[in-house]
């Protein structure tokens, strides 16, 4: 990470991530790098392609990408992405990228939108550091 810019990836650019997507995308000091969603019709797919933003349906390809992000919104929904990132950040000695999960997400989306009610969750079985 550089002093000036945080480097952003996302997984899963659907309720959560589309929003927070463009949200974060405004934001002077936040580049986003990459967005990995199955959906490629997802509003956040569909953002990333018109923004020439890297995107791919596949969240492991992301993993790759380990020098390039800073952070990981992980919104995708799907239990199993995360604790597949972890490993594959893990595989190439990166344990300086910080996962974000739902309650942070949802953080973020508040802030950004400069609402006074916390955004509702839609994956609220995305709890901890999974």
């Not at 990459?34 to 509003?43: C, N, Q």
Request: glycine content about 10%; hydrophobic content about 45%.
């Amino acid at each position: 990470m550089s002093d000036q810019i945080v480097r952003v990836a996302f997984v899963g650019g659907g309720r959560t991530g589309g929003p927070l997507l463009e949200a974060l995308s405004a934001l002077p000091y936040v580049r986003i790098v990459g967005v990995a969603d199955s959906d490629v019709e997802s509003p956040g797919a569909v953002y990333a392609r018109e923004h020439d933003i890297f995107f791919t349906e596949f969240a492991s390809v992301l993993g790759a990408m380990a020098e390039e992000i800073d952070l990981i919104v992980e919104v995708s929904g799907d239990p199993s992405v995360k604790p597949a990132l972890k490993e594959a950040f893990r595989a190439q000695g990166n344990s300086s990228i910080i996962i974000v999960h739902d309650l942070v997400a949802r953080l973020l989306m508040t802030l950004a939108s400069g609402s006074d009610t916390l955004a509702p969750s839609l994956h609220p079985d995305d709890r901890g550091i999974g």
